[in-house]
């Protein structure tokens, strides 16, 4: 067996658990009305049936006062089927189903303030500038009572435990930190006052339901807010709580409601797995309490190490197993190469509190029936398919296609697969993208796609080409904007971004002046592409017509774009344009206040380059249905969109061809 610790059973809380594999909770909006959906019942199960021994669900709303429609109905009698089908879709499987306690407090990480918001004192979320209603020691009583009724009320459906959020900077976090209760009450002041309202639902939780049962938790590590709870001060909240003697597993994870949100879900910008080291330091308060490692683990040869190394007894998954619910069971079955592995973007988080529910950029189907070891049905008939363009929106159609019994050959330009996604796995924080792309290309292979690279095809040679269908996946350009006179770029004087970047590709040598990013575009690879070039130019300056730059990054990752930025002194303009590049020969541009008119000077400048809006390169479809052909579009070349867009629109056209 691969990874034998990973895959070695143990007991948690008096409870066999049979591998240290868990799914970390994961807000899915898969609840409609306080229902479970069918597609929350088939995510929790899938991730059971693909190997994974402890599964956490998301937060349960265990009394009336936390209900939301987005919410299970923890505190009601009438929720108990619901409950009851989750747990027998997890239990089924030998894994272990815990809801979690949780409540926000006054944190809100979507737009706007929290109206409902209640806390330890009333001073404003750092993110939302949110002001709780301060509880009275009274309601914080009651509210311990109707927290474990809606405990008991899980087992009663048999549910194996709980696991409370007290990290993350919500409510208990809050109670805990000294930067936001100020309490002069039982429950502020030292240690044990702010501890004390987690300690006493603990024990009304334990009250109510006993053991075996298990009562797990998230532990605030360093939550990047002066004042508020760093290594030493987590080491002292751990001690408290481990001293009731009901903590049956616990992991310390980072952020809060502020600007180091984004550290709760630490990605590409720095290490992987960037908090194990202190995880084992913390876990030292109590090393008799089970720990779990989590926090940027993608890769089961991670996972075995966190527990061979003396970091954890378990080792929980948030991302990754929202890409793959079978990373367990293909990890212990050496299928490792086979993992659709996370590529740390985040994407799944923008859908839940942007978006209607949870998706992911490298899985087009989570929550679907199906979704462990997935292969689609055969298509009736078997067709000829060609696919133009090897970006991830073609290459995805592919093997999908493939799949589905068809003869596939992908026709790409380049001679490398991947298209632009390819580019920005170069650049810094981009790395996991190629993650995609091998995926795709594993799966095409195994299906008999054949890949013809280097290979453009043009308006000639597409109508000669062998296929019944085509599915167009030509991707997009970058539009050139009206400053920019046409026959710069043709000549080469000023080239978009992404030509900026290949043309960097084989120089080792610094430019002294400034390169000046004219910036519409606003999604990550922009801002990847200006740390790479801070390599080539002495310096690097983002200017944007909109208010602020990254616009249309989601919170997370516009904290950390912003944090890099800022970090390395890349210069930022915002509500500016140019009007022209005429100074350009004598290294000057002027740019202009979009509001007021008002001229601002850039000298020192080397060179000019664009993100702009991209403009899809349909041109070919006239040609394949001139032709007769069956044609479908697929990703940029359809409309330019996300990452998420283009897999998801491969895999709906290699379903559909
Ligand atoms: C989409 C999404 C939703 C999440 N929802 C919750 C939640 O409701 N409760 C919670 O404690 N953590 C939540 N988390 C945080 C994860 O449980 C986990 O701590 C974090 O993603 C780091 O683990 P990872 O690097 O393996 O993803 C969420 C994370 C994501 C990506």
Redesign the pocket.
Same mark, same amino acid.
């Given at each position: 067996m691969s990874y034998p610790a990973l895959f070695s059973p143990t007991v948690i809380g008096g409870v066999p658990v049979r591998n240290r594999v868990a799914h970390?909770? +994961?807000? !899915?909006r898969f609840v409609r009305d306080g229902r479970a959906t069918d597609r929350l019942v088939h995510y929790l199960g899938s991730r059971a049936r693909g190997g994974t021994g402890l599964v956490?669900t998301? %937060?349960v709303a265990m009394t009336f006062a936390n209900r939301s429609p987005d919410r299970l109905r923890g505190w009601d009698d009438g929720a108990l089927d619901d409950l009851k089908r989750l747990a027998a879709a997890v239990e089924r499987w030998d894994s272990r189903l815990l809801g979690?306690v949780?409540d926000p407090g006054r944190g809100r990480h979507a737009t706007g303030r929290n109206e409902y918001a209640i806390g330890a004192s009333p001073l404003p979320d750092d993110l939302s500038w949110t002001v709780p209603h301060a509880l009275t020691p009274a309601r914080i009583r009651q509210l311990c009572d109707e927290w474990a009724a809606g405990c008991l009320r899980l087992k009663s459906a048999g549910f194996s435990g709980v696991?409370i !959020?007290a &990290?993350?900077g919500?409510l208990f976090h809050q109670f805990m930190s000294p930067w936001s209760n100020r309490r002069e009450d039982d429950y502020g002041g030292d240690i044990l006052g702010r501890t004390r309202f987690l300690r006493e639902l603990m024990a009304a939780i334990r009250a109510a339901c006993g053991r075996p049962f298990i009562i797990g938790l998230?532990l605030p590590g360093v939550d990047g807010v002066p004042g508020s709870i760093d290594l030493a001060e987590a080491a002292q909240i751990a001690a408290a709580v481990a001293a009731t003697g009901n903590v049956d597993y616990w /992991?310390f994870?980072w952020g809060a409601h502020a600007r180091s949100l984004w550290t709760?879900?630490? &990605?590409p910008a720095g290490p992987r797995a960037p908090y194990l080291p202190h995880i084992r330091e913390l876990r030292q308060t109590d090393p008799s309490i089970p720990t779990g490692a +989590?926090?940027?683990? /993608?890769d089961p040869n991670e996972a075995e190490r966190a527990l061979t190394d003396g970091t954890a007894d378990l080792v929980?998954?948030?991302? %990754?197993? +929202?890409t793959d619910p079978a990373w367990g069971e293909k990890a212990r079955t050496g299928r490792e190469g086979q993992i659709r592995y *996370?590529v !740390?973007c985040?994407t *799944?988080?923008r859908? =839940? =509190?942007e978006g209607t529910r949870?998706e992911c950029d490298n899985n087009p189907r989570v929550g679907e029936p199906d979704e462990v070891d997935w292969q689609p049905v055969r298509a009736a008939m078997r067709k000829r398919v060609a696919v133009i363009g090897s970006g991830i929106a073609g290459l995805e159609a592919a093997w999908v296609a493939a799949a589905r019994g068809h003869d596939v050959t992908v026709y790409g330009a380049s001679d490398e697969p991947g298209g632009r996604t390819r580019l920005h796995a170069e650049l810094p924080g981009g790395e996991h993208l190629s993650s995609i792309y091998d995926y795709q290309q594993l799966a095409g292979r195994q299906h008999g796609v054949k890949y013809r690279m280097g290979a453009p095809v043009d308006a000639a040679t597409a109508a000669a080409l062998p296929a019944d269908a085509v599915i167009l996946a030509t991707g997009s350009t970058l539009s050139v904007p009206a400053f920019i006179p046409a026959e710069y770029v043709t000549e080469g004087v000023v080239h978009d971004l992404r030509g900026m970047l290949l043309s960097l590709r084989n120089r080792k040598t610094k430019e002294t002046g400034r390169v000046v990013i004219f910036d519409q575009d606003h999604t990550e690879m922009t801002y990847s592409a200006a740390l790479r070039l801070l390599e080539r130019f002495a310096r690097v300056t983002l200017v944007t017509p909109r208010e602020r730059v990254a616009s249309d990054v989601l919170l997370l990752n516009r904290q950390s774009i912003y944090q890099q930025l800022y970090d390395r002194r890349v210069e930022i303009f915002t509500c500016v344009e140019p009007h022209s590049l005429d100074g350009l020969e004598d290294g000057c541009i002027t740019l202009v206040n979009v509001y007021n008119g008002d001229a601002t000077v850039l000298d020192d400048v080397a060179a000019v380059t664009f993100a702009t809006p991209r403009v899809p390169d349909d041109g070919l479809r006239a040609v394949f249905e001139a032709a007769g052909k069956e044609v479908h579009l697929a990703g940029d070349c359809y409309a330019p969109r996300s990452v998420l867009a283009a897999t998801r629109q491969g895999y709906e056209v290699g379903m559909a061809v």
């Amino acid at each position: 067996m691969s990874y034998p610790a990973l895959f070695s059973p143990t007991v948690i809380g008096g409870v066999p658990v049979r591998n240290r594999v868990a799914h970390a909770s +994961i807000v !899915s909006r898969f609840v409609r009305d306080g229902r479970a959906t069918d597609r929350l019942v088939h995510y929790l199960g899938s991730r059971a049936r693909g190997g994974t021994g402890l599964v956490i669900t998301e %937060p349960v709303a265990m009394t009336f006062a936390n209900r939301s429609p987005d919410r299970l109905r923890g505190w009601d009698d009438g929720a108990l089927d619901d409950l009851k089908r989750l747990a027998a879709a997890v239990e089924r499987w030998d894994s272990r189903l815990l809801g979690q306690v949780q409540d926000p407090g006054r944190g809100r990480h979507a737009t706007g303030r929290n109206e409902y918001a209640i806390g330890a004192s009333p001073l404003p979320d750092d993110l939302s500038w949110t002001v709780p209603h301060a509880l009275t020691p009274a309601r914080i009583r009651q509210l311990c009572d109707e927290w474990a009724a809606g405990c008991l009320r899980l087992k009663s459906a048999g549910f194996s435990g709980v696991e409370i !959020s007290a &990290g993350h900077g919500h409510l208990f976090h809050q109670f805990m930190s000294p930067w936001s209760n100020r309490r002069e009450d039982d429950y502020g002041g030292d240690i044990l006052g702010r501890t004390r309202f987690l300690r006493e639902l603990m024990a009304a939780i334990r009250a109510a339901c006993g053991r075996p049962f298990i009562i797990g938790l998230k532990l605030p590590g360093v939550d990047g807010v002066p004042g508020s709870i760093d290594l030493a001060e987590a080491a002292q909240i751990a001690a408290a709580v481990a001293a009731t003697g009901n903590v049956d597993y616990w /992991t310390f994870v980072w952020g809060a409601h502020a600007r180091s949100l984004w550290t709760h879900m630490p &990605g590409p910008a720095g290490p992987r797995a960037p908090y194990l080291p202190h995880i084992r330091e913390l876990r030292q308060t109590d090393p008799s309490i089970p720990t779990g490692a +989590i926090g940027y683990i /993608t890769d089961p040869n991670e996972a075995e190490r966190a527990l061979t190394d003396g970091t954890a007894d378990l080792v929980f998954l948030g991302r %990754p197993l +929202i890409t793959d619910p079978a990373w367990g069971e293909k990890a212990r079955t050496g299928r490792e190469g086979q993992i659709r592995y *996370c590529v !740390s973007c985040n994407t *799944c988080w923008r859908t =839940v =509190v942007e978006g209607t529910r949870l998706e992911c950029d490298n899985n087009p189907r989570v929550g679907e029936p199906d979704e462990v070891d997935w292969q689609p049905v055969r298509a009736a008939m078997r067709k000829r398919v060609a696919v133009i363009g090897s970006g991830i929106a073609g290459l995805e159609a592919a093997w999908v296609a493939a799949a589905r019994g068809h003869d596939v050959t992908v026709y790409g330009a380049s001679d490398e697969p991947g298209g632009r996604t390819r580019l920005h796995a170069e650049l810094p924080g981009g790395e996991h993208l190629s993650s995609i792309y091998d995926y795709q290309q594993l799966a095409g292979r195994q299906h008999g796609v054949k890949y013809r690279m280097g290979a453009p095809v043009d308006a000639a040679t597409a109508a000669a080409l062998p296929a019944d269908a085509v599915i167009l996946a030509t991707g997009s350009t970058l539009s050139v904007p009206a400053f920019i006179p046409a026959e710069y770029v043709t000549e080469g004087v000023v080239h978009d971004l992404r030509g900026m970047l290949l043309s960097l590709r084989n120089r080792k040598t610094k430019e002294t002046g400034r390169v000046v990013i004219f910036d519409q575009d606003h999604t990550e690879m922009t801002y990847s592409a200006a740390l790479r070039l801070l390599e080539r130019f002495a310096r690097v300056t983002l200017v944007t017509p909109r208010e602020r730059v990254a616009s249309d990054v989601l919170l997370l990752n516009r904290q950390s774009i912003y944090q890099q930025l800022y970090d390395r002194r890349v210069e930022i303009f915002t509500c500016v344009e140019p009007h022209s590049l005429d100074g350009l020969e004598d290294g000057c541009i002027t740019l202009v206040n979009v509001y007021n008119g008002d001229a601002t000077v850039l000298d020192d400048v080397a060179a000019v380059t664009f993100a702009t809006p991209r403009v899809p390169d349909d041109g070919l479809r006239a040609v394949f249905e001139a032709a007769g052909k069956e044609v479908h579009l697929a990703g940029d070349c359809y409309a330019p969109r996300s990452v998420l867009a283009a897999t998801r629109q491969g895999y709906e056209v290699g379903m559909a061809v």
